[in-house]
C-alpha cells in the first residue's frame, strides 16, 4: 500500500493486474489519501516518518515546467513508494502522473522538452508530460543505474555494474554451494557494499522508435567505475552540445592505489574515433560533476586540489572546451562551492556555498569574475535550476522537510511553490531555532544552533542534549534529517546545543582544517564551550545533561565519556570510532584515514599519528563512569560493527549501564522505516531513563 502511515488514513479504492509491458510487469493500486487532526501538535518518530520526500527535481529545456518524484514510506510494508509528479510553473500546480506499486526513479525531461524519462525496475522508460504513451525504452539484462541523453538525442550513455572478479563458482564449478569470497587486494568493500562489480558506461544509439538492448561499454575490462561510489550519479557525467564527446569522472586506480587516493579525473570520450583523454591531468584531488554551458564553449567543475584530502576546498573551475585553457574563479573565496548551475546568458554560474552554517545562493559572472552572494535566511538550499526570471531552488531547515520554491533574482527571497508537507506541518508546533555565538577556550567565536522544545517555556527547566557532529568534516547547517533531527530531539521535550565546533565547513578553511591530526584537541574543548556556555541559562538544567553523536560524533561521544568530568548523565554513539588502531585497519578509506589520523599506528616517528592513536577512546574507559547506548549497524563497513560491540562489551564489563541497538540488515546509517522508528523510539526511551 502505498500512502503516509501515519497520521494518514490509506482508503484503496482498486487493485488491477495489468498486462501491459509499460507497467512493468507490475500489480498497481490506486489510492486517496484523507489527513486526519492529528492527537498533538508535537512531532513523533511516526509524523516524521510520513512525511513526503521530494526527490530529483528536473526542469524542462522551455523553463515552463517542472518534474519531480515524492517518496512516502510505508510501516506495516516496511518500504518506501515513490512516484512522478509534474508541476507547470505558470500557476505552480502540480499533477501526479504514475500511481504504482514499484518506485519511479531518475526523472528528467528529454532535451527535446517532448518526454519525461525515468527508471522503473531497472529499466529506462519514457511517458508523455501529462503521462500517457509509456513507452520502454531499454531493456538490458540486469538492468541500469543511471542514464543520460546526448544533447541531439542521437545517442544515450546509461550506467550498468559490470562483474570483472571471477567468483567462487566460477573458479571451483563443483563448489557451488560455498559461502566465501577470495579477496587479493585493498578496497573489497566501501560503507555499505562489497565491491564485486564496477559501474560502467554504455554508449547506444538512441531511436524514439527502437527499444535499447545493449550498447558498446567505454571502460571494458578497467577495474574501477563511474560514475565514482559511494555518492556519485549521473551528475558526473555531461555531454558536449555537439553529442560527439562524453565527458565524465572517474578515479583509474585499483585496489590499494584506489584505497589510498581521492584523485578523480574528467575524461572526454569521443565517440567517432573511440578515443579518450584525461581533462584534468595533473589536478590531483577530486575532479567532479562537470556543466556544459548553453552555448556549448564552457565546461565548469568542482575541484580538489590535494590528493587523499576528501574535505579540501572545492574550488569551482571553467575550461574553454575549444582551447583547453582553464581558469579558477575562487582563489580569493575561503568557501567550498557545489550544485553548479548555467544561466541562458553563458556568463552566470549559479552555485550552493555553505556559510556561517547556513546554505546559500551564489552567482560567478565569467565577464569580471565577480561573485555575489543572492539569498540569507535560516535554511539550506539544496539545488538550484536558472530560468529566464527567477529561480527554482530546493531548501530544508531544521524545522522543514524539502520543498520547491520560487527564488527572485532581485533580492533574493523566495516564495514556497510545492506545498508537499503543508498538510502535516499545519497541525505540527516546531520548536524554536536560534543562533548564538560562543567564546571558546582559544578566544575565537564559534556559532551554536540552540533548538528549544515546542511550548518551551522560559520559567521551566529543561535537561539538554550535546550534539556532536560526524564527518568530522561534515556541516552543522540548517539540515533535515530522518535520524538526526533537531526537532524531533527537542519535541522529546530537550533543548539541543549543536556546536560548529573546529573542523566543520562554513568558516573558512583554517576552521576546517584544525581538526586533522587532532581528533582530541581542540574541538573537543569547543564542545565542553558549547556545552558549558549553554548550562549557564536558568531553563537548564546541568544536572540534566545527555551527550550524542554519530561517526566521528560515536568518536567524540567515546572519548567524552572518559574526559567530561561529570557534565553528563547519559551518552549515546551510533556507528561510532572506539579503537582507533582497530578502524585504521578495518576501514577501506585509507585517504581519509591516512590524512585525518596522521598516518599509520605502526609509524613509530610520526608525532602526528601516535598522538592520535595515544588518545584512542578506548584508551581511558577506565574513566567510564556513564550509562551509554551503543548503536551500530553490520553492515556498515565503513567503521565496522566490532567498534561498537567492543565499546558495549567494556561499558559492561566496567560495571556501567549499557544498551546494544544493533542493526543486522543497517549500514552506517539507518534507511528501513521500522528500523528508523525504532531507532528513536529506544534514542528517546535511554535519554529519558537517565534525564528524566
Not at 89 to 99: A, D, V
Not at 685 to 690: E, G, H, N, P, V
Request: net charge negative; glycine share 6%; charged share 25%.
Amino acid at each position: 500500500m502505498k500512502l503516509i502511515i501515519y497520521p494518514i488514513t490509506i482508503l484503496l479504492l482498486s487493485l488491477m493486474a495489468c498486462d501491459n509491458k509499460q507497467e512493468a510487469e507490475a500489480a498497481k493500486k490506486s489510492y486517496k489519501t484523507t489527513l486526519q487532526k492529528l492527537t498533538s501538535d508535537v512531532m513523533t518518530p511516526e509524523v516524521l516518518w510520513s512525511f513526503g520526500r521530494i526527490g530529483n527535481v528536473s526542469l524542462s529545456p522551455d523553463l515552463s515546467k517542472l518534474v519531480y518524484t515524492i517518496t512516502y514510506f510505508n510501516k506495516e510494508e516496511d518500504r518506501s513508494y515513490s512516484d512522478i509528479y509534474v508541476m507547470d510553473l505558470s500557476n505552480n500546480q502540480s499533477t501526479q502522473l504514475t500511481h504504482t506499486a514499484i518506485n519511479e526513479s531518475e526523472v528528467k525531461w528529454t532535451p527535446d522538452g517532448q518526454k519525461i524519462a525515468y527508471i522503473a525496475q531497472g529499466q529506462l522508460w519514457e511517458m508523455n508530460p501529462d503521462g500517457t504513451s509509456k513507452r520502454q525504452v531499454t531493456d538490458i539484462e540486469d538492468g541500469i543505474n543511471g542514464y543520460v541523453y546526448a544533447p541531439d538525442m542521437s545517442k544515450i550513455v546509461f550506467c550498468k555494474d559490470v562483474r570483472l572478479e571471477p567468483t567462487i563458482e566460477d573458479l571451483h564449478p563443483d563448489l557451488p554451494k560455498a559461502k566465501a569470497r577470495i579477496i587479493n587486494d585493498q578496497f573489497y568493500r566501501h560503507w555499505n557494499d562489497w565491491v564485486e562489480a564496477y559501474s560502467h558506461l554504455f554508449i547506444a544509439d538512441y531511436s524514439p522508435a527502437k527499444t535499447i538492448t545493449g550498447g558498446k561499454d567505454i571502460m571494458e575490462g578497467e577495474k574501477w567505475e563511474s560514475p565514482v561510489r559511494p555518492w556519485g550519479g549521473t551528475e558526473q557525467l555531461a555531454w558536449t552540445k555537439d553529442g560527439k564527446k562524453l565527458i565524465y569522472t572517474c578515479r583509474k586506480k585499483y585496489g590499494i592505489e584506489y584505497a589510498l587516493s581521492t584523485n578523480t579525473d574528467l575524461y572526454a570520450y569521443d565517440t567517432e574515433n573511440g578515443e579518450t583523454r584525461n581533462l584534468t591531468e595533473g589536478m590531483m584531488g577530486y575532479d567532479n560533476n562537470p556543466v556544459i554551458s548553453p552555448n556549448g564553449k564552457w565546461m565548469a567543475w568542482e575541484s580538489m586540489e590535494r590528493d587523499g584530502y576528501e574535505a579540501d576546498k572545492s574550488r569551482l573551475f571553467v575550461m574553454n572546451l575549444e582551447t583547453g585553457e582553464k581558469k579558477e574563479y575562487t582563489k580569493d573565496f575561503d568557501q567550498s562551492v557545489g550544485h553548479l548551475a548555467w544561466s541562458n546568458d553563458n556568463n552566470t554560474l549559479w552555485f550552493i556555498s555553505d556559510w556561517h552554517a547556513t546554505d546559500e545562493i551564489y552567482a560567478l559572472t565569467l565577464n569580471d569574475g565577480k561573485i555575489r552572494k543572492l539569498t540569507e535566511g535560516i535554511h539550506n538550499y539544496t539545488a538550484v535550476f536558472p530560468t529566464d526570471n527567477a529561480l527554482i531552488a530546493t531548501k530544508v531547515s531544521m524545522s522543514k522537510p524539502e520543498e520547491i520554491y520560487k527564488v527572485s533574482l532581485q533580492d533574493g527571497k523566495d516564495e514556497e511553490i510545492s506545498f508537499v508537507n503543508k498538510p502535516l506541518l499545519d497541525q505540527l508546533t516546531m520548536g524554536k531555532v536560534e543562533k548564538r555565538w560562543v567564546k571558546t577556550t582559544d578566544n575565537k567565536k564559534m556559532l551554536v544552533w540552540m533548538i528549544y522544545p515546542p511550548h518551551f517555556d522560559p520559567e521551566k527547566k529543561y535537561p539538554a542534549i550535546l550534539y556532536c557532529e560526524g564527518g568530522p568534516q561534515s556541516t552543522v547547517s540548517q539540515f533535515w534529517s530522518y535520524r538526526w533531527n533537531f526537532q524531533q530531539m527537542a519535541a522529546n521535550g530537550y533543548i539541543i546545543v549543536a556546536p560548529n565546533r573546529r573542523g566543520l565547513p562554513g568558516f573558512g578553511q583554517e576552521w576546517l582544517e584544525q581538526i586533522s591530526g587532532d581528533y582530541s584537541g581542540q574541538n573537543i574543548k569547543d564542545y565542553l564551550s558549547a556545552i558549558d556556555d549553554a548550562k549557564k541559562e536558568p531553563y537548564i538544567d546541568e544536572n540534566r545533561l545527555g551527550c550524542v553523536g554519530a561517526s566521528y560524533g560515536g568518536y567524540s561521544v567515546y572519548y567524552l565519556a572518559g574526559h567530561h568530568n561529570k557534565r553528563f548523565k547519559a551518552f549515546i554513539a551510533h556507528c561510532g570510532i572506539f579503537d582507533l588502531e582497530s578502524q585504521y585497519c578495518e576501514t577501506e578509506e585509507m585517504w581519509f584515514a591516512n590524512w585525518d589520523m596522521g598516518g599509520a599506528p605502526w609509524d613509530k616517528n610520526n608525532k602526528i599519528a601516535q598522538r592520535t592513536f595515544a588518545n584512542s577512546p578506548h584508551k581511558f574507559v577506565g574513566n567510564w563512569d556513564t550509562p551509554i547506548l551503543v548503536i551500530h549497524g553490520q553492515k556498515d563497513y565503513r567503521i565496522d560493527v566490532s567498534q561498537g560491540m567492543s565499546a558495549f562489551n567494556a561499558a559492561r564489563m566496567r560495571g556501567i549501564p549499557a544498551q546494544y541497538l544493533y542493526f543486522p540488515e543497517e549500514c552506517h546509517w539507518v534507511t528501513g522505516c521500522q528500523d528508523g522508528i525504532l531507532w528513536q523510539r529506544t534514542f528517546k526511551a535511554w535519554l529519558d531513563k537517565w534525564l528524566k
